[in-house]
């Protein structure tokens, strides 16, 4: 599931009262549905957990942490089996038209309406790191390279999946294009409502990975990510960020709004 | 292992030895971490109309819980693999659990009915004991497989094809598991019902 959050909303369109309930709801969410920060996780690990761990020493807040390093360790570990596993030229399945979700999900921290509005005439694509031409990028400017389309299935995190039609530009087309260093390890993206994630180089050069400009035929709506989102077949939604506004590639592998709390680094499918 | 070496009498030999021991209590914690685990993420997004008590579940929340099952998946894998190896190579296997005949089955079946099903001899299978047996590796096998599209429906095309994609690898994966846990709690109330069985799974004897 792609999610952002709102550590900066801009919700222009709404009145002041509006706002204050929708903030309200958003928390009451936030609150709901992330029980616990990473920290948390262990000190719930509740009847099953704990009459499984008795045996170690997890009384402490010292014993919490070590387990909590070794899961870690092995995520960690879980990353480079899936990169081992990563088969470049594998593609995602692609469906008929027919079979596409309808009304596809709106994926977010907040409510719909907390989206981000971005402004065409400001919106920049930042393009940062490792590569040759850092000029921003314009949205007309994306429009007008090739487009190419793709009607994929989008899994959440969660379990749930939904099959969805996006079009815009492949992500290594872009690349070559403002010259990037394709032997850099990550390409990092940093989006308009605060979220941030990375992204592997391999994944980045896979021919299903898209700058999305459009989804379903029309420009890309602001709940699914205008002005663009990158569309990664090959990634759990968490790895599918909107609005993105940043890009950068490095080799200093970047964290993510869900990577850092404890969901996988690698994500992939 | 301890028994005195020079005995004249046949030393009984255990009645598991203790690599299978070990093998058994390895995959018995692996179940029990991909279980509870497993009810968690099922909650994150359930697919039939009820939720597991989180009492029951392991993780705290959706990122803990994809770390412990993700962490337990190589227990249950590699534990599992060194079992088949040891199990196909020793001939343990083979001559534990098969024969096994519809026949055999049937009048093991009908003799449970009527209360009369013998087990005399720990580490020697009815035929009832043997489909179980059986049953529960088909079962992990299933959960394995299914478990792999789930986790990389892209990279294993052929296996996703085979489960019928993704949606359907849910359901698979979600019934394996009810079925799994069927025969833990069978086998685990029969081990209870006749505890030398248990002894024996512990001290070998």
Known sequence: ?269 | MSAPAASPALPAAPVHAAWLRLCHWANALAVVLMMASGWRIYNASPLFGFTFPPGWTLGGWLGGALQWHFAAMWLLVANGLVYLAAGIAGGGLRRRLLPLSPAGLGCDLRAALRGRLQHPQAGRYNQLQRAAYLFALAVLAVLAMSGLVLWKPVQFELLRGLLGGYEAARRVHFFAMAALLAFVLGHAALALLVPRTLVAMVRGR
Not at chain 1, 35 to 49: D, I, N
Not at chain 1, 120 to 145: F, M, N, S
Not at chain 1, 212 to 233: C, E, H, N, T, W
């Open chain 1, 1 to 269: 599931m792609e999610t952002g959050f709102f550590s900066r909303p801009r919700p222009a369109p709404l009145a002041p009262a509006e706002e204050a309930a929708a903030l309200k709801a958003a928390r009451g969410l936030l609150a709901a549905r992330l029980p616990s920060s990473r920290r948390g996780f262990l000190r719930r690990l509740t009847l099953g957990g704990v009459a499984l761990l008795s045996g170690c020493s997890l009384r402490g807040d010292d014993g919490g942490d070590s387990v909590e390093q070794a899961l870690m360790a092995i995520s960690r570990f879980n990353d480079a089996a899936q990169g081992w596993l990563f088969d470049p030229a594998a593609l995602a399945p692609t469906y008929p038209g027919s079979m596409i979700t309808r009304p596809f999900p709106f994926n977010g921290f907040y409510p719909e309406a907390l989206a981000p509005v971005v402004d065409e005439a400001d919106y920049q694509l930042e393009v940062r790191g490792r590569v040759a031409d850092r000029r921003p990028w314009r949205l007309a400017q994306l429009w007008a390279l090739p487009q190419q389309e793709q009607i994929t299935r989008h899994i959440c995190v969660e379990g749930w999946s939904a099959i969805g039609r996006w079009g815009g530009v492949p992500f290594a087309d872009f690349l070559r294009r403002v010259g990037a260093d394709l032997g850099a390890r990550y390409v990092g993206f940093e989006c308009a409502d605060g979220y941030y994630t990375a992204i592997d180089m391999p994944t980045a050069l896979h021919p299903q990975t898209l700058i999305a400009l459009s989804y379903d035929g029309q420009v890309l709506p602001r709940s699914y990510g205008f002005p663009m989102k990158l569309r990664i077949p090959t990634k759990l939604g968490y790895k599918n960020p909107k609005h993105v506004r940043a890009l950068f590639v490095t080799d200093r592998r970047p964290g993510g709004y869900w990577e850092d709390q404890g969901y996988n680094w690698f994500g992939g499918l």
